[in-house]
């Protein structure tokens, strides 16, 4: 004869510290789980308080709140399926990242995450204290072992779970995205199951968190690592999973395999979703951005289209001296193939007045970078006026070629409240805009179709700060440039490695120089979505002060 358990997956997005409304979602799933007859509903880790929450956990009413939020869930589910659910913990003056199993009304049991991460953006030994090794709970028939997170990519916590006599592995995760994360995951998981010849369910939240996105593709596997379901990348799902038990143990009924997209598509979906997150739990309804004909300023329109809707989305084109006809024009068709509004200050006079203001200070020296800067720093003060005047935040365009060699000014065209794009190398970019031209998802609210013209695409870089400038006057080829950065940035590799592999070694010499003289613009710049395990800000912690450089 045999047994049988339903488990409710809840793969949710939280917003970080909404107690009340984290609570309401798990109330949901929990009602679901009770109508579909589920024994059981799992949400992600830390799922009460929103991940990640950083400092914060510190506080200890924060701490205190996030308990009280947990037990008041047990009771107003005490009539129903069991509920694991994550939250921070504070035992005896140390706090703890910790799993919850509800169950009449009451906290039941509690496992302590044992392995804390502390590389990339994972800083959870400064805030947590290690939980010790435990055992697996008892769910009715079932003894269900849970490894939070990165407690599943050790092999001691499994195997301790299963020698105390866990049937399954239920592992909830707070797991950011980057390119290529998912097939990492899966190998990490497949290993724990083939070790410990035990099905595995592994359980992630979805949602933005300034810099992160979490994006779900939670899936369940069999013994021998055979996968059973898997759930969409980045989207919120309530699913239902049924065990059954036989003589040599429990194994999941297969359901459906949700097919994963390529890289490209998830990246834009990456963009996308934490953009359109941002602006929902920062409370922002619209966005404005500087328009400039370029393809940055063309690609970010279209991820803000995309993400809140083209009528929430204004671009300002903001035309000088130097500003060429092609520009107005591309910036104008960009913007309505998109379907936005699009609005032109001229900056022309502005320049003139502050250029006059200047004139006996300046008298005597050269034209220099410190005109052009004013172009920029000007455009920076009227888009935030705008921001302003009409509460639409400030985007910033910058790619991560000119974010990393700091091809950007710092309180001008750097200035605003999110970046889209801050991850996305030069030639990437292109990419994505030709991919975006011919693809389109129900995920998109804005057009099918064009969004970025082909003379965008085509026409060289240029800030259009002076006469007849390219990006190409002050930098190598994007292509050489970036295979540079990717090496100096993403593999940490040395001179004299970039330098085998056919590069000049001044021009590397000269990259390297300006990405660290450029720490202090990255230090001021907004948030952007993180793409790669190598985004500046949490994965890349470099001094401001560095007279060090690579000798080899």
Known sequence: MSDTFRLTLAQLNPTAGDFAGNA???????????????????????????????????????????????????????????????????????????????????VKSRTLKHELPNSGVFDER????????????SIG?????TPICEDAWHEDVCETLAESGADIFLVPNGSPYFRGKHDVRLSHMVARVVENDLPLVYLNMVGGQDDQVFDGGSFVLNRGGKLALQLPAFDEVIAHVDFIREDDGWAAVEGVKTALPDDYEQDYRVMVEALRDYMRKTGFKQVLLGMSGGIDSALVAAIAADALGPENVRCVMLPSEYTSEHSLEDASEAARLLGTRIDTVPIKG??????????????????????????????????????????????????????????????????????????LYKMRVFETCRWRNTNHRPWMMGPDG???????????????????????????????????????????????????????????????????????????????ARLTDSAFWLDRRYPIVNRWRDPS
């Open 24 to 106: 309401a979602k798990a109330r949901d799933a929990w009602r679901q789980a009770k109508a579909a007859g589920a024994q059981m509903v799992a949400l992600p880790e830390m799922f009460i308080t929103g991940y990640q929450v950083h400092d914060l956990v510190i506080k200890p009413a924060f701490t205190e709140g996030a308990v009280a939020a947990v037990e008041q869930l047990a009771k107003d589910c005490a009539d129903g399926p069991t509920m694991g659910i994550g939250h921070p913990v504070s035992i005896d003056g140390a706090i703890f990242n910790a799993y919850s199993i509800l169950e009449g009304g009451v």
């Open 141 to 145: 028939a079932m003894r269900i072992g």
């Open 126 to 137: 400064r805030l947590y204290e290690k939980g010790p090794l435990g055992g697996p709970h």
């Open 350 to 423: 502005p320049r003139a007045a502050v250029t006059e203001a200047l004139a006996p200070l300046f008298e005597g020296t050269k034209e220099d970078l410190t005109e052009e800067n004013i172009q920029s720093r000007l455009r920076g003060v009227l888009l935030m006026a705008i921001s302003n005047k009409f509460g639409e935040m400030l985007l910033t365009t910058g790619n991560k070629s000119e974010v990393a060699v700091g091809y950007a000014t710092i309180y001008g065209d750097m200035a605003g409240g999110y970046n889209p794009i801050k991850d």
């Open 450 to 528: 064009m969004v970025v013209p082909q003379r965008i695409i085509d026409k060289p870089p240029s800030a259009e700060l002076r006469e007849d400038q390219k990006d190409e006057d002050s930098l190598p080829p994007y292509d050489i440039l970036d295979d540079i950065l990717e090496r100096l940035v993403d593999r940490d590799q040395s001179v004299a490695e970039i330098v085998a592999a056919g590069h000049d070694r001044a021009v590397v010499k000269k990259i390297e120089h300006l990405i660290y003289i450029s720490e202090y613009k990255r230090f001021q710049s907004a948030p952007g």
